[in-house]
């Protein structure tokens, strides 16, 4: 019967290990914490993470996190092996996170029961425009001089003003997804819709000469030093120089705002998926959304948050206002991408 | 003859040949370097360029050549190439006029004080840093820059001048990144240039400027051609500086990889656009090498 | 007749060098401007003076931690890379190796390629062989980068060399590793020091390799100063340029004390 009591020792030694593990599991779990590797901004926004939020994650989940702020996350995600990615959870805006899910490195759909807190968030944030959930906005308008004698913009038309020559500004299109929003803005005021490319691009051509960047700090410095009089820009980009005395000011087109979206969303391939959905419920708890909202001036998507008068009065905070967000077609978007870069950046040669 | 040589050396192992020296092991570690941490790698790149997606997310690939098809079938890249190579050439041309005349002085200067403050002032550039660098010419450049602005205030000029957002703003900045490069590279073999060499050519009635063109020239062309082919190495990848100076005017192969590769997800035509900019580059620098060899004979490998 | 001539052409060739100096000064004077103006933009002109950029850039742990780290890794590549780069000058020129100059080429690749892709690729080899961002893999991935320097710089010296030198050493009876170290050595030492300097200054500056290999909590200034503008352009970023010149001045300036750097010129 040497079976039976090999059978009998293994289960003795399992339960002795087990008791032990019962007894040690707070030690053992101290031991050897799990860490979360997960994307994050830099600038204040960094800041605020890494000396404030992200060590109160760690200290209530007992879990250390890895966060990484060096662009560009897609394609590290893409070159790491599916089934040990280099993120657990990736944010990013809304237009890569429709890249990574074609790629197959993050999940079709969030479970939303492991995040409790997304029972709270405007209807945007989780609509069928975004993969992942969307835990703030900025929305996309036109930044301009107030000292230049321009009138506050209306439409986004007035980017068009003749005027304006040389002295407008929008983004390099095939890297920054302001200039791609612009672009279905342009088919939708001068064609028959967000997807009428031609007559985008006929709009597009007819604003050179144009002063394209490739990120939004820039068209911020841009407007600052009087470079260009008036530019596409998130309000985030405008709104933290207020009480700076600065000549620049944010218009809302009466066309409406297009959404950039701060979105989250975990890999399949995570080894602490739970420790991942744990972060992402912290990310929406509405302390953490006012601490950061009032940071860097991204409305928030939590419903709960209370904010201070000042930025209550700014951002996109209310049912009433978050209507006037416009949510891109990223899908759509993603898969002329290949088409619409090499026409952009041909019409806007020479 | 030849071939009998070599039917009687062949047999020996390679070190004892007459043919190599000892010395020849000493490529040994950078090579090892190489191999495994550039060629390997880019290696899987080029893979990556011939397959439809990537094996390490989507095991279901198939061998295609649409990425090379894509470059062959739109002349928009061919543009983008020449735009590549003319920018290097320029660049490389620029920088030897500019760095020569500091690189002759840095050489002959007697002051040790002297010396150190222009190696500082040389090397200072390099130390700005890429982004932070292009920052200050596009102060300098742009229309409400410190040129424009300048000139306008003084009505030399009513609208400002086109200094930026073009191919000439990318050439001014890529060549004060890479002059330290050419002056230095310069300096060096100027500096072992013996001086009495130009002196005796005075001597025997020649000008400072034949003397110069007949002696020193000559003499410092090793210098000139590692220099040119730092630079010219240098400018053709880069794309910091065109993506920043060069606006919606400027597309160079580096610009479209780095698009590629940070905002299109499309490694595999950022790889097929690689492997093209490599080999193109390659051909470049093996020509010019052979070039080379006729000028300072069969050793000259400068 | 001939004085005047030749005070024309002094004045003509140290004119033409102030200009050149100038040219290479004013962006750095500009970057200067920016760290001292109180805007939080690059405006022109100046508008007042403030240390208030330098007080944040000595303040930010970030900028402090990775400053440090990017000097350690440009130390080791320097040392790296001269020793690597060196050798392999020595055995191009003078290992009369066949195919020397397709070598030679090959040697230069690193240079060609865009260092977008280098770091890319790099970044998937080591996550392929689940290694993740080790600092070894960021200092091979600045070697790599900084090899072709040192290969250049020797090699451009090894051009002009005499090979009877050491001809003439071992015809009297020097052993082979006494002409190396004796006679070769000090002859390429210009060109290997000019290298490192090269070798130094190209990994602290380096971005876009850097961008892929380092980890979180372990990322080089560049990295840091690129994140931190996406998001601050504000003079910090300038007077965290400036701090860098000065650091790496010293260190050349540091190296020419020790070694030298002005002997290489007068050899």
Redesign the interface.
Known sequence: MTANRLTRRAALSAGAAAALATVGAPAILHAQTATLKITTWGGKWGEIMKGELLPAFEKEFKCTVSADQA??F??KL?????SNPVYDVLHTNSNEQW?SLD???VEAKLDHKKIPNIADVYPYAISDKIVGVSIFTSAIGLGYRTDKGLKKPTSWKDLADPALA?MRGGY?I???SLGQCHLMMLGKIYGKGFTDLDAAYKALEALKP???V?FTGQMEKMLL???VSMGIIHDSGVLRYEGQNQPVDFAIPSEGVMALEQVLNVTPGSKVKELAYAYIDYMLRPDVQKRLSETVWYSPSNKKVKLDPKYDAKLFNTEAKVAQLIQPDWKWYNAR??EI??RV??L??? | MASLSEAVTLPLPRSARP?????????????L??VI??V???A??AVLSILSG?P???PNVYLTARHYQRFLG?D?YYDALWSTLRIGIVTTLASLL??Y??AH???RIKS?LG??L????????????????T??????L?????IN?TLIGLGLIEKPLPLM?NEFGTVVALV?IY???MV??L???I???DERLEQAARNLGAS??RAFLEVTLP?SL??I???S??VF??S?????TP??MG???V?T??ML???Q???????GF??AL?VI??AV??VV??AY??VL?RF?GP???? | MSARS?DA?RMA?YV??GA??T??????A??AV?ALNPTPY?S??PVGITGRWFAKFFATDDFMISLWLSLRVAVVVLLLSM???G??A?????????G???????????????????G???F??FQ?AELDRPVWGLI??H??VA???V???T??????FDTRVEEAAASLGAS?LRVFFEVTLPLIR??VI?GG??AF?VS??Q??ISLFLVPPKGETL?VV??NY?KFDLDGA??A??MV??LL??SV??LL?RVIG??A????
């Not at chain 3, 090699?155 to 002009?160: E, G, I, P, R, T």
């Open positions: 662009f560009p897609v394609p893409q070159a790491s092996p599916k890249n790629l197959g490195v040389g390099i095939p890297v920054n144009i002063k394209l490739d030093a009087g470079e991408k290949e870069d090499t950046t041909r806007l040669k020479g | 043919s190599v020296s000892p010395m020849a092991w000493l490529v040994g570690p950078a090579l370097l190489f941490f550039f390997l790698p880019f899987v790149m990537n390490a997310q989507n739109d928009l500019v760095g005349p500091l002085w840095m050489a040790r010396h150190a222009l190696l500082m002032a040389v090397i200072a550039p390099m130390l700005t840093g890429i982004v932070v660098r920052f200050a010419w596009m102060t300098i742009q229309d409400k820059g410190v602005t957002y004060h002059v330290p490069f230095l590279t300096t060096g073999v500096g072992r240039i400072r400027l003499l090793p210098g051609f590692a220099g082919l730092l190495a240098l053709i990848s880069a794309y910091v993506f920043l606006g919606t005017n597309l192969l580096p990889i780095y698009q590769v940070s905002s299109s997800f499309n490694l950022a790889g690689g900019l490599l580059s390659l620098v093996i090498n052979h060899a300072s050793e000259g490998l400068t | 030749i052409g060739y033409l060098n050149i100096i040219f290479l000064l004013t962006p750095i500009i970057v920016f690059i022109f002109p020793v690597i780069g050798a392999c020595l055995a191009l020129a003078r290992g009369r190796l066949p020397a100059r397709v070598l030679t080429a090959f040697f230069m690749s690193p240079l060609m390629l865009p260092a977008i892709l280098t890319l690729a790099l998937q080899v392929l091979v991935g070697t790599l090899v072709p320097y290969l250049r710089t090699l451009a010296v090894l051009a002009n082979p210009p060109g000019a300097i090269f200054i602290f500056d971005f876009p560049p100063l690129f503008m970023i300038a965290a340029s860098s010149i790496a001045l050349v300036l020419e750097l002005k290489y010129v007068k050899l």
